[in-house]
């Protein structure tokens, strides 16, 4: 309900202007410089009908003042009366001054409410940018050691032996927690001997691993709520994010990969490659059908030296050309080939360097 007893709002133009400071029309001004020019007095006789309502404007701006006695007007000087003006102007500055140090209490008690109506949910969906490789991964463990349901990791790439070594040891205690663990990696895992391991030990504890040879972005998805994405082109920022619809378009981004991703058996390659040698691997996979660059990218190896093996190979199994050499090898054992006596090859030139 309204006070009736409150005074009623000044409007904010009534408050900066200060009483008794009119401004002067032109006529006004006009009429005054008249006034003086004729010795600063003017007898109402002399004043025409036209003039009347400038005259009447000098009178209320106190520039003219009235002689009854002698039916005229007399001029003031304008300094007098912006020395006037000029007091009453800091006197109503102090007032407002004054004034101004009560507004808040006076409206506390509405601001108060207002901000308590106005303020954004609790738990309203945030993104957090966060600086620094060290702080995005303390910040992901912590957030993997608080996960009830579901992991999901997008990882292009190679991973530092050291990081899969960090994260198994918190992967581990989820998956036996009973939580669900999907990971995404690029065909250069296969050759990878710290990822390989990190894939056999959490799918021999329920996790699947897959593969998918095209480019995709480092992403993490916690329990279906918060995501992990890279915010720069080296993932030294990283940005985690809450919002229901971005995380929800990164799990169709990421459940649409998965169904296109190739399943691996990485117990088996985890014990091939404790015997295999390199050469060992590429005919493997060239008796599967996958050409040079195709060996190349799954190994994470240059196509130099992939073509290297290859030429090794031939001369081994006198094949002439590179179907030759798979139809051999895929006809010869499902075991990857015998060890071959190999000299180091160069990663650039396939060359050997010895």
């Not at 006789?45 to 209320?60: C, F, S, Y």
């Not at 250069?188 to 390989?196: D, G, I, N, R, Y």
Request: glycine content about 6%; charged content about 25%.
């Amino acid at each position: 309900m309204s006070d009736a007893t409150a005074d009623p709002p000044v409007p904010a133009d009534d408050l900066l202007a200060p009483a008794g400071a009119p401004e002067l029309d032109p006529a006004a001004r006009a009429l005054y410089l008249a006034v003086l020019r004729g010795g600063g007095r003017l007898a109402d006789h002399e004043i025409p009908e036209a003039e009347r309502p400038a005259l009447h404007h000098l009178v209320e701006a106190g520039l003219l003042i009235p002689q009854a006695h002698a039916a005229a007007y007399v001029a003031v000087s304008p300094r007098a009366l912006t020395v006037r003006l000029g007091a009453e102007m800091r006197a109503q500055a102090v007032r407002l001054l004054v004034e101004s140090e009560s507004v808040n209490d006076r409206y506390g008690d509405l601001i108060r409410a207002y901000d308590r109506v106005a303020a954004p949910p609790a738990g309203r969906p945030v993104a957090d940018w966060v600086h620094g490789l060290e702080n995005i991964q303390k910040r992901i463990s912590q957030l993997v050691s608080e996960l009830r349901n579901e992991l999901i990791t997008v990882q292009p790439g190679h991973r530092p032996p050291e990081l899969l070594e960090s994260a198994l040891a918190q992967d581990l205690p989820f998956l036996r927690r009973g939580g669900t663990l999907r990971t995404i990696y690029q065909p250069c895992a296969l050759s990878a001997p710290a990822t390989v391991c990190y894939a056999a030990e959490v799918t021999k504890h329920g996790g699947c691993v897959r593969i998918l040879d095209e480019p995709f972005q480092r992403t993490f998805i916690l329990d279906r709520s918060i995501a992990v994405i890279p915010a720069v082109e080296d993932s030294s920022t990283a940005v985690f994010v809450e919002d229901p619809a971005v995380v929800a378009h990164l799990l169709r981004v990421f459940e649409r990969d998965w169904e296109r991703a190739e399943s691996v058996r990485w117990a088996q390659i985890r014990i091939a490659e404790r015997s295999a040698p390199v050469a060992g691997r590429v005919g493997a996979l060239l008796a599967q059908g996958l050409t040079q660059q195709g060996v190349a990218r799954r190994l994470g190896i240059s196509e130099r030296t992939v073509a290297g093996h290859i030429a090794r190979l031939r001369n081994r199994y006198g094949a002439r050309t590179l179907f030759q050499l798979g139809w051999l090898m895929r006809g010869s054992s499902d075991e990857p080939p015998p060890a071959l006596d190999e000299e180091p090859l160069d990663e650039e030139s396939g060359e050997s360097t010895r």
